[in-house]
């Protein structure tokens, strides 16, 4: 079985926000999530604790956060504190910060500290004792909760260590099966070396998503997100080069990619997405109609992946969310047995 997300964002007003969740609630997806970027957008937190009360099936969390705005005991507390208010429906997608970290003039968080302070997060929101700053913490209020499954996000070897050591899933920021395969046998390779259980590392694929044939129009409105994507990508550049380390199909349209303007993130028509070919957005998003869509979702679902996350933030994106309520998701739940 495979689930889907659905990603909204953070944008007011605030009440326009809940009524996507509460549809996708209807429509049958199993989750819905937000970005965290608090200059870029309104305040996530607050918007995922208005859904959580006027839901009471579909699962909240912010995809993605990370451990660097915010002081890693107040992402613990406030998703403890979220764990409660839904009646246990949190699930956390984390990474090192991209534009809610650069847009202050941040880096992303380095590696080492980003992986202390999600083996704390993972223990501190889920009410277990740590040690932080010398200091013995204990949330003896989230005791007995149910627990919060952490989803760490990244495409390099290093952060995919960090997901298959300490998450309990791998968010993979992209639909393209060959680099999804990659990023999937990373992740795992690393719980095995931690000894952990490969199969349980829930592999998350997030795109953006639009059910409609003409092709031309959607690639337009949808070029933004490789180009975001390449952000991440340079930095693996700049580490590992583009000798074979990373895969070239990751690489190589990256180096394409000449500016990018933060104020444009994740939206529809940024200058940046000049830079990204047609065969690009085809590749890394999920386009088409409903039968190119299907065939993709199988594919993906067959490497593993548990649960495709939709970013709908095109034009006319609710058109979307409906025609895979009716037509897509059922195609990927358990037949009824009589």
Same mark, same amino acid.
């Given at each position: 079985?495979?689930?889907?997300?659905?990603?909204?964002?953070?944008?007011?007003?605030?009440?326009?926000?809940?009524?996507?969740v509460v549809?996708?609630?209807e429509?049958?997806?199993?989750?819905?999530w937000?970005?965290?970027?608090?200059?870029?957008?309104?305040?996530?937190?607050?918007?995922?604790?208005?859904?959580?009360?006027?839901?009471?099936?579909?699962?909240?969390?912010?995809?993605?956060?990370?451990p660097?705005?915010r002081?890693?005991?107040?992402?613990?507390s406030?998703?403890a504190?979220?764990?409660?208010?839904?009646?246990?429906?949190?699930?956390?997608g984390?990474?090192?910060? !991209?534009?809610?970290?650069?847009?202050?003039?941040?880096d992303?968080?380095?590696?080492?500290?980003f992986?202390?302070?999600?083996?704390?997060?993972? =223990?501190?929101?889920?009410?277990?004792?740590? =040690?932080?700053?010398?200091?013995?913490?204990?949330?003896?209020?989230?005791?007995?909760q149910?627990?919060i499954?952490?989803?760490v996000?990244?495409?390099?070897?290093?952060?995919?260590?960090?997901?298959?050591?300490?998450?309990?899933?791998?968010?993979?920021?992209?639909?393209?099966?060959?680099?999804?395969?990659?990023?999937?046998?990373?992740?795992?390779?690393?719980?095995?070396?931690?000894?952990?259980?490969?199969?349980?590392?829930?592999?998350?694929?997030?795109?953006?998503?639009?059910? !409609?044939? !003409?092709?031309?129009?959607?690639?337009?409105?949808?070029?933004w997100f490789p180009?975001?994507?390449?952000?991440?990508?340079?930095?693996?550049?700049?580490?590992?080069?583009?000798?074979?380390?990373?895969?070239?199909?990751?690489? =190589?349209?990256?180096?394409?990619?000449?500016?990018?303007?933060?104020?444009e993130?994740?939206l529809?028509?940024?200058?940046?997405?000049?830079?990204?070919? !047609?065969?690009?957005c085809?590749?890394?998003?999920?386009?088409?109609?409903?039968?190119?869509?299907?065939?993709?979702?199988?594919?993906?679902?067959?490497?593993?992946?548990?649960?495709?996350?939709?970013?709908?933030?095109?034009?006319g994106?609710?058109?979307?969310?409906?025609r895979?309520?009716? =037509?897509?998701?059922?195609?990927?739940?358990?037949?009824?047995?009589?």
């Amino acid at each position: 079985m495979l689930d889907f997300g659905a990603t909204f964002l953070p944008d007011p007003p605030s009440q326009r926000f809940v009524e996507l969740v509460v549809r996708a609630e209807e429509l049958g997806f199993t989750h819905a999530w937000t970005y965290d970027s608090h200059i870029l957008w309104e305040e996530g937190y607050v918007y995922l604790t208005l859904a959580a009360a006027a839901t009471s099936r579909i699962r909240l969390g912010h995809c993605v956060t990370n451990p660097g705005i915010r002081e890693p005991t107040v992402t613990a507390s406030g998703y403890a504190t979220l764990q409660g208010v839904s009646d246990g429906r949190m699930v956390l997608g984390i990474g090192r910060g !991209d534009s809610s970290r650069r847009v202050v003039g941040l880096d992303p968080v380095p590696m080492g500290r980003f992986e202390s302070s999600l083996e704390m997060i993972k =223990e501190l929101m889920n009410g277990r004792e740590v =040690e932080w700053n010398g200091k013995k913490l204990h949330l003896e209020w989230a005791k007995g909760q149910p627990e919060i499954p952490m989803y760490v996000a990244g495409y390099g070897p290093r952060a995919l260590g960090v997901a298959g050591r300490v998450g309990d899933g791998v968010v993979i920021q992209l639909a393209d099966p060959e680099i999804t395969r990659w990023i999937i046998e990373r992740a795992r390779n690393a719980a095995v070396e931690a000894g952990r259980d490969p199969d349980a590392l829930a592999p998350i694929v997030v795109a953006p998503a639009v059910v !409609d044939a !003409d092709l031309p129009r959607w690639r337009e409105e949808t070029r933004w997100f490789p180009a975001m994507v390449s952000n991440h990508v340079k930095d693996l550049i700049a580490r590992y080069g583009t000798d074979g380390e990373i895969p070239t199909a990751l690489t =190589e349209y990256a180096l394409a990619v000449k500016e990018y303007d933060y104020n444009e993130h994740s939206l529809v028509g940024a200058s940046h997405g000049q830079y990204i070919s !047609d065969e690009i957005c085809d590749r890394f998003c999920l386009l088409g109609d409903a039968d190119q869509h299907i065939a993709r979702l199988r594919e993906l679902e067959d490497l593993g992946v548990k649960q495709v996350n939709l970013y709908l933030m095109t034009t006319g994106f609710e058109a979307t969310m409906e025609r895979y309520g009716r =037509e897509i998701i059922p195609q990927f739940q358990p037949t009824a047995v009589a």
